[in-house]
């Protein structure tokens, strides 16, 4: 078994574990596998293991390593920060955005999704951390990004997004993370049931995220290894 088949087995292991902690069912929790900054050849590694959605955060790495891979049965997530100027390739080549925190993002990514392709599916980031954090909308925000996402024809809302500021305080984690949890609770409260999906937790914080509500779980060190460099 190569080191990758072998760290995935262990991440799915943490995540049944904190399932039956939580109560859950571990097919309630989506592996998103992380793969910035990694080549192909170890996304192909992860794939062989059944390993099919990866996740990516730098539009030209991500379209290169989408090309190069060309495996129609894989599900591309973009989940870095993402300007306006370079939404076509991410309306074109991916299945979700995790990273959506404003309504002129979600509007030319609907705009721009091709009309062979399903919708896209997007998640509404969202600043959890107060100051600690610049990215995402507010808590207070979101409700009304949510109900002017909805509206747009080519993408599909589907739930929340959050990076917690970096911290081993679990009760400090979990807060985070139930406030995402409260603001998707929030949103559905008035919207009728819309939202089903929180995608929270990495590698070093998945159980918190888990215990307090996660769908997808987005890994990449622990899958990985050590990033060498961050763009
Ligand atoms: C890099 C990254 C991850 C993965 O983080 P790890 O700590 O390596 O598991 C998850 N989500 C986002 C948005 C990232 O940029």
New binding site residues.
Partial sequence: MTSIAANLQAVRERIGAACLAAGRSKDSVHLLA?S?TWPAASLREAAATGQLAF?E?YVQEAIDKIAALADPALEWHF??PLQSNKTRPVAENFAWVH?VDRLKVAERLSAQRPSRLPPLKLCLQVNVSGEASKSGCAPAEAPGLAAAIALLPGVTLKGLMA?PEPTDDVAVQRSRFALLRETMDAINAVRAGGLDTLSMG???DLEAAIMEGATIV?????IFGQREYEK
């Fill in positions: 992380v910035k996740g955060n989940i870095g990273s990076i990495m590698s070093d987005r890994i990449g060190t622990a």
